[in-house]
């Protein structure tokens, strides 16, 4: 079971009083982006090159809690930057799980376990820690050596200390489902909770435009990877949303179901793309013109892109739109083994490739692993 009961039931029951209120624009996880600085350099990250000035601010535990207020979302995902990096996190952290929010903390790890005596085990509070694939793919994604070492340390100590711990992993052009698979196998093997997905976004401003994947090339690679699947890997996202990366399932894309806050204010429409800012929740969701985002408005920012945070809400919403919705996920909870010839065979000519596209460059981005003085830092986030 990739989510616990406990969690599925107050998602379930906030969905259904959303539908109930018949509220179409409703949030479900709040991204929640208190820095944008970080202690590494992905080549395909989009959210760590703004000038240095822009990387030193930072929310304030308030400004974060009063999102969470406003925005009203069961879950709140706090992504960044290297949330670690915030010197005053543990207290976002504290605030966001006394008021009941389930938290993901969404981390590369390599400060997770110096700093996890600044947080408490508790059933809301998750480390969501970015792993791109095994040992020699994710040094490869994150573009430094002796992460995924580092990485997998910090997950043993954090699970060891009884904190909820998930990975959360995104696949780039040239991934290979043999080894893809070989990664659940090892995060399995830790005992994680479950693992997260999503397909890359072609950020206009990530170094590496060449390794985002196309639509159709999507769906080949998760029918690949996700076909014919191992009972033990447990996944923490929808099964419907899983399924729409095969290519089994379709929906159009509900931005305002992960709505994004950041030291600019509420970005509009989503995470990934940044055309304005709100500054406040009602007024993203009243002044943003939603027509134009998705596949099917024809914008071409929309046109490929399948990540996470724009078509898990929609599954989500789907289970809850009727009958037939809820069909629907019984039937892919039911069918978890998608058994698939086809599939197969792809699968058993990428292992006759593994290993060989591989070609580890480590960019040139310099690496800061330092937590910035605290006093510092608060006058940055009041200036
Ligand atoms: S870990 Fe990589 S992808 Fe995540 S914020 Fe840092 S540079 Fe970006
Ligand atoms: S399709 Fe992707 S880029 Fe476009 S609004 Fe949705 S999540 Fe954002």
């Known amino acids: 079971m990739g989510v616990p009961v406990s969690q599925m039931w107050t998602v379930a029951s906030y969905v259904i009083g959303q539908k109930l209120r018949r509220r179409k624009h409703y949030p479900l996880v709040l991204m929640l982006e208190p820095l944008f600085r970080c202690n590494l350099a992905c080549a395909g990250c989009g959210k760590i090159q703004y000038p240095a000035h822009i990387l030193k601010r930072q929310l304030t535990p308030q400004q974060c809690l009063d999102a969470a207020e406003e925005c009203g979302a069961p879950v709140v995902s706090i992504p960044g930057g290297e949330p670690l990096m915030h010197p005053r996190i543990d207290e976002i952290v504290r605030g966001l799980v006394e008021r ?18 600044r947080f408490a085990p508790s059933k809301f509070l998750t480390f ?66 479950g693992m997260m997905l999503s397909p890359g976004y072609s950020y206009s401003k990530a170094p590496d435009q060449n ?14 990877i996700l076909s014919n699947r191992r009972k033990r890997w447990n996944f923490n996202q929808s099964p419907l949303f899983l399924r729409f990366l095969m290519g089994l399932a379709d929906f159009e894309c509900t931005p305002w179901g992960n709505p994004t806050y950041n030291i600019f204010g509420w970005q509009k429409p989503c995470y990934l793309l940044q055309d304005g800012y709100a ?105």
């Open 100 to 117: 009941k929010k389930y938290v993901y903390l969404c981390t590369n790890a390599l400060l997770l376990a110096e700093h996890l005596d």
């Open 128 to 193: 969501s820690v970015h792993m791109d694939g095994t040992e020699q793919n994710h040094d490869f994604a994150v573009c430094r050596e002796g992460t995924y070492t580092k990485a997998v340390s910090a997950i043993k100590l954090a699970l060891q200390r009884g904190f909820r711990v998930t990975t959360n992993t995104t696949l780039f052009e040239g991934a290979n489902p043999a080894e893809v698979r070989q990664f659940f196998d090892e995060m399995s093997d830790l005992g994680v909770e």
């Open 211 to 224: 390794s985002f994947l196309q639509r159709r090339r999507t769906h080949e690679l998760f029918s690949t």
């Open 279 to 383: 500054d406040s929740y009602r007024e993203l969701i009243e002044a943003t013109d939603w027509e134009r985002y998705g596949r099917a408005s024809g914008n071409p920012a929309c046109a490929d892109c399948m990540v996470h945070c724009g078509y898990e809400p929609s599954a989500v919403d789907h289970t809850f739109s009727g009958v037939a919705g809820m069909w629907a996920t019984i039937r892919a909870m039911l069918e978890w083994r998608h058994r698939d010839v086809a599939a197969s065979k792809r699968l058993a000519e990428a292992e006759k490739t593994r290993g060989r596209h591989i070609e580890l460059t480590i960019l040139g981005h310099a690496a800061d692993d330092s937590v910035p003085n605290k006093e510092a830092a608060d006058a940055e986030a009041a200036a």
